[in-house]
């Protein structure tokens, strides 16, 4: 992963939150899980996060979709912190339980989960094949993987595009929905089920900088200053035009480990 995803400000977590959500580090919510999943059933199933950030999808693994138990994983300390004070909180500490890990191979044995998520988390790691080399083997024989991350169209990068993957304070290691599909196959991987979700999220994308914009602008003043504000709103119009170019394409991918 690279060294920015390592620190998630207080500021930060706060911002994300007010764009996607209560407990939520990336947009979508309950709906949008609930179309990750498709019919895999995580009911009775002992389910693995990898890039649980705050535990707010964990929490409605088990609280929406039966989920027996639900382990996240995150590099992030402080997000895990505060993961496990939310578990408190709600009353699912004995449903949900938080570790903070260090990049490369997970301290999990192997054939260990029933099911394996992650949402918008492999768009921070150089090496995917070996991240989902991990996730293949933590699964059960027949488990399911379960993910959603941010890709790249296959058109050449616009300058729009380029400066935003690869400028400022956070940079993207981004591949193709395709490409991320290839490379569950080689881990040994089938069933392979892909969707582009480019057509939601333009729509999505462009709600979030009008909200920016209007009510959630003082808000945002209020609570980090007015240039910060701004910068917020900028970063808004930016995802949303290039979810507009196809550009930005978060896409769903659900496989399985061969029984």
């Known amino acids: 992963m690279t060294e920015h995803a390592l620190y998630y400000t207080d500021t930060l977590l706060e911002k994300l939150q007010l764009r996607w959500g209560d407990g939520l580090l990336s947009p979508g919510g309950a709906p949008e899980l609930a179309r990750m999943l498709g019919d895999v059933s995580a009911r009775g199933r002992a389910v693995l996060d990898l890039g649980c950030g705050l535990g707010g999808y964990d929490a409605l693994l088990v609280r929406d979709h039966g989920a027996a138990h639900v382990t996240g994983v995150d590099i992030d300390g402080a997000s895990i912190e505060a993961a496990r004070a939310r578990a408190r909180a709600e ?19 192997a054939e260990s989960f029933d099911v394996v998520f992650s949402k918008d988390t492999i768009v921070d790691l150089p090496d995917k094949p070996a991240a989902l080399q991990e996730m ?3 699964l059960r024989p027949g488990g399911a993987l379960v993910l959603a991350d941010w890709f790249r169209a296959d058109a050449p990068m616009t300058p729009e595009m380029r400066a935003w993957t690869s400028d400022g304070d956070e940079t993207y290691e981004m591949a193709t929905l395709d490409e991320t599909a290839a490379a569950l196959c080689a881990a040994g991987f089938t069933g392979i089920e892909t969707e582009d979700r480019n057509a939601w999220f333009a729509a999505y ?11 959630l602008f003082e808000t945002f003043v209020a609570r980090f200053g007015r240039a910060d504000a701004e910068r917020s709103v900028e970063n808004a119009r930016i995802r949303a035009l290039l979810a507009a170019q196809g550009q930005l394409r978060p896409g769903h991918l659900r496989a399985r480990r061969p029984a």
């Open 136 to 138: 293949f083997r933590v």
């Open 91 to 109: 009353g699912l500490q004995e449903a949900m339980t938080f570790h903070h890990v260090t990049p490369g191979p997970l301290p999990v044995a």
């Open 205 to 215: 994308a462009n709600d979030e900088y009008e909200r920016l914009k209007g009510p």
